[in-house]
């Protein structure tokens, strides 16, 4: 496999809540946080470290006992950080999108999300996305109000439908994928896809190399107007990669 990561405060923010975690070659996850003085850093950096803590009950599971054990995790993790938000008024209101993907070492990908952070799946130069953004746009998209295009530009399309730690229960969504290899697969904040569109995404995963590629996309990105944190994993996958025992 080859990874790939990028982070970055953009043109316009101050500091940088987005939160990476790589745990190779089996976890990869993003949070991208919200929230006053510097609680949207806190929520989405508690976030990924209560998925880390509760990784190895992952292993061995497939099918249906992984799909419930990753949105037992996402509840987990939701309450972790509404409990925090609750413990004092500077973290009043915090919250994070989570958005990741497990490999199971059996050829499947288990991709899950809350929020609007997105996972895509690049295969034969196609650029497929696997989550659905949990926003109010979206929604409008999915019932034919708006069209893409006019999504891409509205200007509450940044308003969050359910967030990590928002309320003190969450409903999260859980993808499985087959996994092939010389598939790419990208986890990203909104930072980067309220700015490129995705046919320019697709351009810019195929570059052979995986750091070049990842270069690319936060060179464009920030030359795009940079108006939030921009972080992304880049993850092109082997044979390797997709016959991995899943640890």
């Keep these: 496999m080859s990874v790939a990561a ?3 405060k953009g043109r316009v923010r101050i500091n940088n809540e987005d939160s990476l975690l790589l745990e190779r070659p089996f976890l990869f996850a993003i949070a991208d946080g919200m929230g006053g003085y510097n609680a949207g850093e806190v929520a989405s950096k508690l ?3 209560k998925l880390k803590a509760e990784k190895d009950d992952l292993y061995g599971k497939n099918g249906f006992a992984l799909v419930s054990k990753l949105y037992q995790i996402m509840r987990d993790v939701n309450v972790e950080v509404y409990k925090k938000a609750q413990s004092e ?3 009043e209101g915090m919250g994070t999108t989570l958005s990741g993907i497990y490999f199971n070492g059996k050829g499947k990908g288990y991709v899950f999300n809350v929020g609007d952070s997105r996972v895509y799946l690049l295969r034969q130069k ?3 996305q696997i989550t659905r953004d949990h926003s109010l746009v979206a929604e409008m998209v999915e019932n034919g109000e708006l069209t893409q295009e006019e999504a891409f530009n ?3 399309k940044n308003m969050l439908t359910r967030g990590i730690g928002v309320n003190k229960n969450v409903d999260g969504d859980v993808f499985v994928i087959d996994i092939y290899t010389d598939d790419t697969i990208l986890l990203c904040s909104d930072g980067l896809t309220d700015m490129l569109h ?3 995404i697709a351009e810019y995963l195929q570059k052979e190399d995986t750091e070049d590629a990842a270069d690319a996309l936060l060179s464009a990105s920030l030359e795009k107007g940079g108006r939030d944190n921009i972080s992304f994993i880049i993850l ?3 044979r390797k990669e997709v016959e991995h025992d899943g640890r």
Excluded: G, S
Aim: no cysteine; charged share 35%; hydrophobic share 25%.
């Design 198 to 200: 995705d046919n320019e």
């Design 47 to 49: 976030a990924l470290e």
């Design 154 to 156: 509205h200007p509450q």
């Design 89 to 91: 008024y500077t973290f």
């Design 6 to 8: 990028r982070t970055h």
């Design 126 to 128: 196609q650029l497929k």
């Design 236 to 238: 092109k996958l082997d």
